[in-house]
């Protein structure tokens, strides 16, 4: 799907020296049209990942890096987005002939908002093609549309929100691109939708628990101890600020990490993370909506449940005390639990996730690990309080440790 000034840039790029890189991302024009380019050439590798899991966490993890293009250096932005495309699943062959369809001729706002919602529950892509090539010309039906996706899309639990994942870092990544590259992105977010299976459906109850001392043991200790009245009783006693509660379960589920609970597998932990952060981060309808995200979040949460703290790491108590001290301990090892909190202190936090990015491209960049890169570097701004300083530790208990 690539127009011909997109493939030239491209090529342009490709073909360019460090320096020659570096004047061409300095150009704005130039860094817009490089971005919508990388957009269209995405586009049938995401068509044909279709339902595979795997295929469509490399797309996520592609568009995170695309969505963090302008932090980091040219060079090292070229190196990993050569990596990400070699891991990409082999483009379709053939699209639909939709996706080259002209623009509809525009409607009141609340015609296009009807018909676009009709389309989404019908998977009518030749209704959805040319009204969103439409709608993605005007900014108030971009905002629609955008808005209208994440409501659709973010209590489905399915790979631990994989399809709230892919509109998360998606939106961040082209939310601001030209009318095509925007619209061929939302239909091969709608696709992935249409492809993947539904999660699983979950009961939201009516009102909060009642009053019950259950619902004072902490999350994590209930999900550590595999204690379902507990944990539920919890997320029920919060359930009339749902946003509060995912900002719990967030928290939780980064403590869970680092104390080393969650199986052997990083990814599907990696997607939970990612996906409570993403919701953080979307726009909620209604009270009742959010209670039906936050329920969704929390059964699939408790699928981790059931754990014992790993001696290979130490305790929270720990970790809290060398980050109160950090700043007159010694340089410690790189990649140690103690260099990210050592780096805050010394106000080279920056610095040290620009390492890590060069460090996970150097291992050519593990399945997740740019969406993950991504959650945790801005999760503190999510969730503030007296933990935001902990989330830089789950990128190295993960990847680094």
């Known amino acids: 799907m690539l127009t011909p000034g997109s493939r030239e840039i491209l090529e342009h790029w490709r073909s360019a020296s460090v320096s020659g890189r570096e004047i061409l991302w300095a150009d704005s024009a130039q860094r817009l049209a490089l971005r919508a380019a990388w957009q269209q050439s995405l586009l049938p590798h995401w068509w044909a990942a279709a339902a595979d899991a795997q295929a469509l966490q490399i797309v ?69 093609a040319p009204l969103l090539f439409s709608m993605a010309e005007d900014e108030n039906a971009r905002r629609i549309v955008l808005t209208r996706l994440a409501q659709r899309l973010a209590d489905d639990n399915h790979a631990q929100g994989l399809r709230t994942i892919l509109y998360g870092q998606w939106h961040d990544a082209a939310a601001d691109l030209p009318a095509q590259p925007f619209s061929l992105g939302a239909m091969a977010l709608l696709q992935s939708h249409w492809q ?20 004072d043991k902490p999350l994590l200790h209930a999900l550590r101890e595999r204690d379902l009245p507990a944990f539920m009783g919890r997320i029920r006693a919060l359930g009339d600020q749902p946003m509060d509660a995912i900002r719990q379960l967030f928290l939780t589920v980064t403590l869970m990490i680092i104390e080393g609970g969650g199986g052997k597998d990083p990814l599907p932990l990696i997607r939970l993370y990612v996906w409570l952060g993403s919701l953080l981060a979307l726009p909620h309808r209604s009270l009742r909506q959010a209670r039906k995200v936050l329920f969704s979040a929390a059964a699939t949460t408790f699928g981790f449940a059931g754990w014992q703290r790993q001696e290979d790491w130490p305790d929270f108590s720990t970790l809290a005390a060398y980050r109160e001290r950090a700043a007159t301990e010694p340089v410690p090892a790189p990649w140690s639990w103690q260099s990210a909190l050592y780096a805050a202190a010394a106000d080279a936090g920056p610095q040290w996730w620009l390492q890590v990015a060069e460090r996970g491209v150097a291992q050519a960049c593990p399945v997740g690990f740019w969406s993950l890169w991504r ?27």
């Open 375 to 401: 959650t945790a570097q801005r999760a503190g701004s999510l969730t503030g309080g007296p933990l935001a300083w902990i989330h830089p530790l789950v990128v190295t208990r993960l990847y680094l440790d």
């Open 60 to 128: 996520a993890d592609t568009l995170a890096l695309l969505a963090e293009a302008e932090s980091l250096p040219p060079a090292l932005l070229a190196t990993a987005l050569q990596v990400q495309e070699a891991s990409l699943v082999q483009p379709a062959a053939i699209l639909p002939a939709a996706l080259r369809s002209e623009a509809a001729n525009p409607m009141p706002l609340d015609m296009e908002a009807d018909t676009f919602a009709k389309a989404i529950e019908d998977g009518d892509l030749e209704t959805l």
């Open 196 to 215: 993947l299976p539904a999660g699983v459906a979950v009961v939201v109850p009516e009102g909060r628990a009642s009053r019950d001392p259950a619902a």
